[in-house]
């Protein structure tokens, strides 16, 4: 551990791993805590994996056409949004059949990311990044770019809690109340996908889900109101990724999954001890 | 008494994907009534609640309410959902609960205010639920947690109070005193309440109002065990066991 620290006020590159992971977190906890009340992993989770249809359609007309500002990251962003406007319209109008056409997204948009990757020349080594993460890459200009997505993620929670919430907790009431519901469900899918997008460039599209959900999950035994569940998300974010990155550093091995394998067995922890406590309290 | 209409439906039809559930319903529910919605499950019950609400459109016909369409006039119903599809372990106090009836079209967004916060305690405090602000949705009984989803329909100050299936889960006891609390809030306002229990709420309702798709009120007092035993079918057994509650009964019939 003194190993990394010391690495750490060494190396840019470490600094800017771990502020991204700080900075990814704050969204993550706050999102995270919706997606989960409102049961929209799996919608989360096709989201993400349409987010690499995105990443290889950028790079392939960045390397072939020569458009130097459609990066992979611009790229991620417009996929994730429009796929999240699109599986949101899907969920609303076609409720019967809801997680087949979903499932189908999700494919769908992994292919085509596949398809461009491929049809793009050169060194294809990046496709290995953008699905497993790779947040040793986080330039200073990727910091300020999460750090405004942060903000916008944040400004709107914060003004829209009241409203997210009732809708979470019974949706057919907030309607009744005269809430716009298809809108506000919208809103939450786009600011779901703008943090998928931040997540991926630390543990990869397909990891993304994990980090998204078992920091709430934790969080959810512990908290209880939305609030506090999704301050403890943040705090338990932060956590996995900055140890993650400092276990990946000195053990020499993948950022992305590093933190996805100590979040899990944080909550694999947490679930063996509250069943214990209780069958200790119920002797 | 000459009482302003709350609800007015007129020659009424509605049909999911072309199976009518509801024909030819003609309904008027003038202000301080209580009126008790019975009939077998799948009679329409619940999709009577929705087309007052405004949450489903009729196929043919008009439902005013406060002699308007019902989206204009929403905020001003109290609606009690049967609580059966609400997540029990969703991190919430009884007061984030109740407050959320005070969300409405054209609130400034943001935190709540006082006057939110004021109006959700008070509506607790109906419910005789005061000690419990503060306690997590999630540890409250059965019967408490729907307490508090009509606190939730109290606190934006309805003119008229719609429940569905409200004492599904509670024992008889906890039922009847709830009945007491519901004919409390009757005198501020309409209440409408669906139930399969027409035994208990008759001695609590003005009228009650049989669906089974087509849609036939009652003044209480005249209902006997031949109309219901023709609304739920010849099989059904009744049991009344609404005896003890009868001198109430009397009190309301005559309102």
Known sequence: MSEFVAALREHSFLQYAVGAGLLCSVACGIVGSYVVTRRITYIAGSIAHCVLGGIGAARYVQVVHGWQHLTPFVGAIGASIVSAVIIGIVSLKARQREDTVIGALWAIGMAIGVMFIAATPGYNEDL??????????????????VAFLDAVVIGISAMLYNEFLAICFDEEFAQVRGIQVAVYYLVLLCMTAITVVLLATMVGVLMVIALLTLPVAIAGVF????????????????LF?????????????????TIIVIAGAAYIATIAIRALLCRSVQR | MDRKPVIEIQRLSFA????????????????????????????GKTTLLKLVLGLLRPLR?????????????????GYVPQHAYIDPLFPVTALDVARMGRIRKG??????????????????????????????FAALSGGQRQRVLIARALAGDPELLLLDEPTTSLDLHVENQFYETLREINRRLTVVVVSHDVG?????????????RHVVIHPTSE??????AELYGTDMLLVRHDHRCSAGGHECRNL
Not at chain 2, 61 to 77: A, K, L, M, W
């Open chain 1, 128 to 145: 290995m990044s953008y699905l497993f993460g790779n947040i040793l890459m986080v330039s200073r200009q990727d910091l300020i770019t």
């Open chain 1, 241 to 257: 990724t900055t140890a993650g990155i400092g276990l990946s550093y000195t053990t020499d091995l993948p950022a992305g999954a």
């Open chain 1, 223 to 238: 908290a209880r109101t939305l609030k506090a569940v999704m301050l403890l998300s943040v705090v338990l974010c932060s």
């Open chain 2, 223 to 228: 209902l006997s065990g031949d109309k219901i």
């Open chain 2, 200 to 212: 208990l709420v008759t001695p609590f309702a003005t009228s009650v109002v049989c669906v089974k």
């Open chain 2, 61 to 77: 016909g008009s439902v005013r309410v406060f002699q308007e369409p019902p989206d204009n006039v929403r905020h001003r119903i």
């Open chain 2, 16 to 43: 999911y994907n072309g199976f009518t559930v509801l024909e030819d319903v003609n309904l008027t529910i003038v202000d301080r009534e209580f009126i008790c919605v019975v009939g077998p499950n799948g009679g």
């Open chain 2, 107 to 136: 609130r400034r967004l943001g935190p709540f205010n006082k006057k939110d916060t004021n109006a959700a305690m008070n509506a607790l405090h109906t419910m005789g639920l005061d000690a419990f602000a503060r306690v997590p």
